[in-house]
């Protein structure tokens, strides 16, 4: 039976398990794949997971409670999904709002005059250590400048879409992007517990 957890606040709990043994087994162009031994209550375990810098990602919603959404190929996929705008902490030093900020200018043309914390997600946590921060962005105006876009991104699509329209296309299985749902419906939740406010 399932124990429950009324009397505590319900939070993920940090672990420090004694790693016995680290190596990592490939380094990529941008990720790298570690084995650990791990020691965790009587077992020894070996685990092997994507070492992953993070990243931070955007729910860019305008006056009209539309969001900004791209598509664009994802080759592990074969899809070209629908996403919001994200990229890697891969800027040394770079806060995740800066970098959010400057993915919203790269990916789409985009500032906001306000910025809000969402949600931070671990994405995979069986197989990568990614975590992504999520931010709600609103007072939408184009960027001082146009970004030039290459590889997967030389065909993204941008697309503005109802907030409301983007949820059941999640809970329908249309979109399928896990950080897009989470996204969608964090910011929906938010805004919907703002107006019950006034």
């Known amino acids: 039976m399932a124990d429950h957890v009324d009397s505590v606040p319900l939070a993920d ?6 790693v016995a043994a680290a ?17 965790y209550g009587d ?30 190929y994802r080759h592990p996929i074969r899809h070209r999904d629908w996403e919001i705008p994200a990229g890697l902490l891969d800027v040394e030093g770079e806060p995740p709002l800066e970098t959010a900020k400057r993915e919203l200018a790269e990916e789409v043309d985009l500032v906001a005059e306000r ?14 250590d990614e975590v992504v921060h999520l931010f709600l962005a609103r007072g939408l105006s184009a960027a ?14 941008v697309a503005w879409v109802a907030l409301s329209d983007v949820v059941d296309a999640v809970i329908a299985g249309r979109f399928r992007n896990g950080i897009l749902a989470t996204g969608a419906l964090a910011a929906a ?8 406010a006034d």
Do not use: C, K, M
């Not at 709990?13 to 004694?18: G, I, M, R, S």
């Not at 685990?47 to 409670?65: F, K, L, M, S």
């Not at 001082?144 to 699509?157: K, Y």
């Not at 939740?189 to 019950?196: G, M, N, S, T």
């Open 115 to 128: 910025w809000d914390p969402l949600v931070s997600i671990f994405t995979t946590p069986g197989g990568n």
């Open 144 to 157: 001082p400048e146009v970004h030039a876009r290459g590889e997967e991104e030389a065909d993204i699509r």
């Open 13 to 18: 709990e940090p672990v420090t398990p004694l």
């Open 43 to 72: 077992d020894e375990l070996i685990r092997e997971n994507v070492a992953h810098p993070g990243a931070a990602a955007v729910v860019a919603v305008d006056a009209q409670d539309r969001i900004v959404v791209i598509q664009q």
């Open 189 to 196: 939740e938010v805004l919907r517990r703002e107006r019950a």
């Open 23 to 39: 190596e990592r087994v490939y380094t990529g162009r941008v990720w790298n794949v570690q084995r650990d031994v791990v020691r």
